[in-house]
Every structure is written in structure tokens, then in C-alpha cells.
């Protein structure tokens, strides 16, 4: 079978619900040193979530979170590998070869596939990158062989109800997978144990009222109307919680995100350089505001601001197309994206408020909701 699954058919699965179990507890920080720490994730089976953005694949087991890029290339002999490549981090050498099928991930595939994609369909059960990218994910966190699973992930809030289900059937089974990073082949097998999948923007929500062992922290934020905006690289979620409750009608997600910010930012050096550039190739240039041409440094910083500028001001349309803010105790602003966009959207919501590390929020929520399931 593809993706070197194993099918099991017995697999357990456990799907999203609105709220968090009704024996939690608020607890000190003492309590939570008390319950294991971090030396609580050390154990045959972890909890981890993985969040797959249309950016950047997010993944943490309950130390820090890590990264790569969401780009996937066909891999290929390297006919030369410098010796002298300094302070390369592993995750920018990655490669990993599923069944007969060798693939190049993230900053590698940028630098060396001559064919890389970005691309991540609405089904991600039918979609290989979605997979390929999992499954890479899943081989990061693998410590041992027969390494155990239970795992929390997102879909975008569109695709939730209609895709969560064959999803989460996707990742029952076994897998093996041989990974290279940075130069180093490792076999890697392991199962997933259980796997829940919620809307994106609810792990936002999770890592603010849980800790990190998954008990609750705060009572206050779980009995508030919250509006969770989460912008990303090619969507924006929004996703309402009225005390914890997941509201459907107040839900839904744009097509509006930093690739906006990227195409509007790659028409103007078309027009003035008349060069071009992939998607993925100007994120760097986004952040740093500046382009390399013909070995000078060039000032993009003006047509950056303007394209943020641009950008938020269609979001903030799109938001108020459905929410009022007035009604939310508390507007919560996450992704990738938050922390560009947030100088530009907080004058328009007075109750908005940028959360801590808005990239990695969405899969610390995961991490923590794990936690929460699977420890009792």
C-alpha cells in the first residue's frame, strides 16, 4: 500500500468535540510541575500535534515546537555536497523516500527540486503532499522504532465537517519511512495509536485556557464568546467559541493570506527589476524587506507596507462580513500572519489581541488538547 500503511481497521479515533472534559480542573503551577513536566512526554507512546499550514509545517511533542516550509519536490542524486556547508541547520537537509518514492522537504526542496509545490488540496486524504508532508512530520517526532502516536492536527474551517473524518482514516495504521537529515539515514516505523482532528483556529484556543500537561487554566476565557482570527500563508480561519462551543454558522474561511502579500510584493519587481519569483522563494524577502539583484541590495520595504496594508484591510471586510466585534468578550489573532498584520488591523478591533508566538499557537493547542485526551 502507498505511504507504507499498514491498514488497521480497529484503530481507534477520536473526533473533535466542542469542549473540554467536565472534570478538569484549574491547577498551580506547582500542580503542574507535580504532574510531570517534561519529563512527562518521555514515555513508549506521545502526544503531539502537527499542524500542516499552507507555509510551514509546525510539529511539537511537548518541548519546543519545530518548522520546515509545506514544500514538497521529487528528490534526485546531489552530484555535489559542499564540504564546507557551516551551521546548516538538519531541518534545511531533509529528505525522506515513502514506499519506492524519494522526496525532497522544505528548504531543500526550494534550493534543489526542480519541480517544488506548495500546493495542499481541500481533501488531504487524496492530496500526496498533505501525506508526504504528515508523514515527515511523524518521522521527526519518531524517538524509537515502533514509536506510538496520539496525535492532534487542523483542518481549515471550510473543510472540516466535510473532510475531518477521511482525513483521520488517512492516518490510522502503520508506517515506515527512511528519512535523511542532515546527511544522516534513519529508518523510521511507527503507528498512530489515536488521532483527533479539530477547525485550526480551536488550537489557538487550547493553548490559552490549557497548560502544558493539558488541564485548565484559565475559566475565565473558556466561559467567554471568543472570535479566533487565524491568518495564514493562503487562508484566513475564523472560528467563533461561545463558552467552549464550536459555532458553525459563525465560522468560515477566506482565501486571503500572506501569498496575497507575496503576489502583490512579486508585481511590483516584475514591473520594476523584471525578475520573478516562486511563492516560497520570497518569503525571506518578505520578512526582511529586501531583495538581492545582480549582487546589490535592494529597499523593498515600501512595497511591502503597502501590500500588508492592502491585505489587512480585505480581512478586516471579511471579518466584519459576519462578525460584529462589539458581540465577542475577546478577539484572538493568531498564524503566521497575525504577527505581520496585527499593527494594521488592532486600531479597527478595539478587543483584539495578538496572542504569544502566533505561528506556533494553533499546534501548541494540539499538543496541549492531547494531553488532555489521552492522559486520563
Known sequence: ????????????????????????????????????????FDRSVKNVGIDLGYGYVKFIDGKEPKMFPSVVGYGNSQKYKSALQLDLNPLDDLQIKIGDEHFFIGDLAIRQSEVASRS????????????????????????????????????????????????????????????????KTQERSFQIEEVTTLPQPFGTLYDQVLNSVGKVVDRDLTDSKIGIVDIGFKTTDLAVSDGMEFINPLSFSTTTGLSNVNRLVNEKLRHEFKIDREEHQLDDCINSQKIMVAGKSEDISSWVREALQTVSDKISVEIESKWDYRDFDTLLLTGGGGEMLYPYLKDKFPNLVLVEDPQTANVRGYQKLANNLFNA
Open 1 to 40: 500500500m502507498v505511504w507504507g500503511s499498514i491498514p488497521d481497521k480497529d484503530r481507534k479515533r477520536r473526533r473533535f468535540s466542542d469542549g473540554i472534559s467536565e472534570e478538569d480542573e484549574v491547577i498551580s503551577e506547582e500542580e503542574e510541575h507535580h504532574l510531570g513536566g517534561d519529563d512527562a
Open 120 to 183: 495542499l488540496g481541500k481533501d488531504r486524504s487524496q492530496d500526496k503532499n498533505a501525506r508526504v508532508l504528515m508523514l515527515t512530520a511523524l518521522s521527526l517526532l519518531s524517538s524509537w522504532d515502533k514509536q506510538g502516536f496520539n496525535l492532534v492536527t487542523g483542518l481549515p474551517t471550510n473543510f472540516y465537517a466535510a473532510f475531518a473524518e477521511e482525513w483521520e482514516s488517512t492516518l490510522n495504521g502503520e508506517f515506515k519511512t527512511k528519512m535523511k537529515i542532515g546527511g
